[in-house]
């Protein structure tokens, strides 16, 4: 199991918080900084793992969480279930766009998954029945586990988030050793060679691609029940899909404990700029020059690169 | 013929993106920032010294062919090397900072340059009218369009940026300075985007994210034309400019936006080479 014990059991041992403090602030962080984590995570099986780069993965969030708030909201289907649908519907409309693009190559479809999450934006801007630029406001509930709502102690959401993001992290350990893993790994390093061998590329881009945008769904039906609130700008805007790829960068592209690294140290940082200096825009410049600076110094990634260099050297020599 | 106006914008922001794309193998994700820069130093020449935005024209464009020149010297040409992610998510880091930079110097709010023409319109049949800033807009894009294309085939630097476009080794062989071309070709690109910004700029509000509304587009007539590809991408730009008038005065303003994009994934599907094989040929 290697590395990912260890980011079990650091997530496990982080349960404990909720019975150490009752602040909101420090739930509502952990809970954004598991929920990037989970997004990420899901993120790193297609475009890390795969080499398949989408800026668009806001979209699968939008479709998800627009999926589960609707289901909810006028028919009364409880997010339990509505998430799971959310999940299908992001994974349904991942296929629709790979089916054109995957067939080509490098920026095709990375210009593909931005058109379109851009796209898919604006028309929920438009469209009456998504409640265009109003969105849809939960109406709100007691705290109840069907209608997965929770007021007086935000510490259900935080477990909740917990064990998604457990099961993603085992899922992404388990893609990366198993021979479907290998064979997305082959064609992230040589589509040509892995096709050589027998490999169908477009089969397992196709499947990859599936289950990155069905996790991330399940993640946006997650926001939304967390915010109780949706609305196109805030969940499908362009920084969203950086937001969701950053932590895998900043962690280490293609590992399994690359994007939990990443968001453990990108969510408390922007959290903390974004409180201690009252600005919904500074984090996000500090972000974009984070990732500006990481791009052209270390492209493998801090943490990965941090290991490289310091940790696996000493192991070597024990 | 607004189809016609807005496209012939759409062609020059794309010019510039697909210049880039062609010669340094970049996506430029920033490159609608600049558009939305382009416009706000526009503004500012007009609020504050009273320049007229088509006076302001070559100044934009001297100054942001400046900007990008020195842009891809400090920003593009350390990460040119590395994998496509790390070039893409360079342009984006860019992006996000420009973008939001905007917010925090100037807020969120609409902005406008209000010129002695800016409500004109000429009449030209009985219901046939036009809005004199887009034809200005036109008209500019068209000769910037020209001009640029002459530079292209006429000049040492304009060969010099298309010879690095297909074979940038061979031409380092020959002699061609290939990173001042890299350098000029990103500041030409960055001063087109600006200047279709200070044109757009006396019809269209001006706005920290007006970025994006214009790059989804230039990306799609980029690639319609076929990436790399001049005379395409300018084609293609007045392609959809058309295609989305017609889609908003005929069906849908809601759909202005979705019907490109339909048309895009279909061209991604069939073609993805490109609409417009024509190559740039001397």
Request: with cysteine.
């Amino acid at each position: 199991m290697g590395p990912t014990v260890y980011v079990v059991a650091f997530l496990l041992s982080l349960s404990v918080i909720p019975m150490l403090t009752e602040s909101h602030v420090v739930i509502d962080v952990l809970f954004f900084t598991l929920l990037y984590a989970f997004l990420s995570t899901a993120w790193n099986i297609q475009s890390g793992f795969c080499g398949q780069y989408s800026v668009g993965h806001a979209a699968f969030l939008g479709i998800g969480a627009y999926t589960t708030a609707i289901l909810y909201t006028r028919l009364g289907i409880s997010p339990w279930l509505g998430l799971w649908v959310g999940a299908g519907m992001a994974a349904l409309f991942a296929l629709a766009i790979g089916f054109p693009t995957f067939r080509l190559r490098g920026y095709y479809y990375i210009l593909a998954t931005l058109a379109v999450a851009e796209v898919l934006r604006t028309f929920f801007l438009a469209w009456d029945f998504t409640g265009r630029s109003l969105g849809i406001a939960y109406p709100l509930t007691e705290d109840s586990f069907w209608d997965l709502q929770f007021h007086t102690s935000r510490a259900p959401y935080f477990y909740i988030m917990l064990a998604f993001l457990i099961c993603s992290v085992l899922i992404s350990h388990w893609i990366r050793y198993s021979k479907f893993g290998l064979n997305l790994l082959s064609i992230r390093e040589d589509e040509d060679a892995a096709q050589s061998l027998g490999i169908n590329p477009f089969r397992h881009k196709m499947a990859a691609t599936a289950l990155s945008a069905g996790l991330t769904g399940i993640g946006g039906a997650l926001l939304a029940q967390f915010n109780l609130f949706i609305e196109p700008d805030t969940l499908m805007s362009l920084h969203v899909s950086a937001d969701i790829l950053l932590p895998s960068l900043v962690g280490g592209i293609g590992t399994v404990w690359g994007p939990v690294a990443g968001s453990f140290i990108l969510q408390p940082l922007s959290w903390i700029l974004r409180l201690g200096l009252g600005s919904d825009v500074i984090h996000i410049i500090i972000r974009g020059i984070l990732l500006m600076v990481i791009v052209a110094i270390i492209p493998r990634g801090v943490v990965a690169t941090v290991i490289e260099r310091y940790v696996r050297p000493r192991l070597i020599k024990r | 013929m607004t189809g016609l106006f807005t496209g012939a914008v759409y062609s020059l922001v794309s010019i510039g993106l697909t210049i880039i794309f062609g010669t340094i193998r970049i996506v430029n994700f920033a490159h609608g920032e600049m558009l939305m820069l382009g416009m706000y130093l526009t503004f500012f020449l007009w609020s504050i010294l009273g320049i007229d935005p088509l006076v302001a024209l070559p100044i934009v464009f001297a100054v942001f062919f400046t900007a990008g020149y020195i842009l891809q010297s400090t920003l593009i040409r350390p990460i040119q090397k590395h994998p496509i992610h790390a070039q893409m998510l360079m342009t984006l880091g860019l992006l996000l900072v420009l973008q939001n930079g905007a917010v925090l110097a100037w807020t969120a709010d609409f902005r406008r340059v209000h010129t002695p023409y800016t409500d004109l319109t000429i009449r030209l049949g009985q219901d046939l009218f036009i809005d004199f800033p887009r034809m200005v807009a036109f008209l500019a894009s068209l000769i910037m369009s020209l001009g640029l294309y002459i530079f292209l085939t006429k000049t040492y630097w304009g060969v010099a940026i298309r010879a690095v476009g297909q074979d940038s080794e061979t031409a380092e062989i020959l002699g061609v300075d290939v990173k001042r071309v890299y350098a000029l070709t990103f500041g030409l690109g960055t001063a087109c985007a600006a200047a279709a910004g200070t044109l757009i700029s006396t019809y269209f509000p001006i706005y920290p994210y007006v970025g994006t509304t214009y790059i989804v587009m230039a990306f799609i007539v980029a690639v319609m034309g076929g990436l790399g590809n001049f005379l395409g991408a300018f084609l293609a730009g007045l392609v959809i400019g058309v295609v989305e008038t017609l889609v908003a005065f005929g069906v849908s303003p809601l759909l202005r936006q979705t019907i490109p994009l339909v048309i895009f994934l279909l061209v991604l599907f069939f073609k993805p080479e490109g609409l417009f094989m024509i190559r740039l040929r001397k």
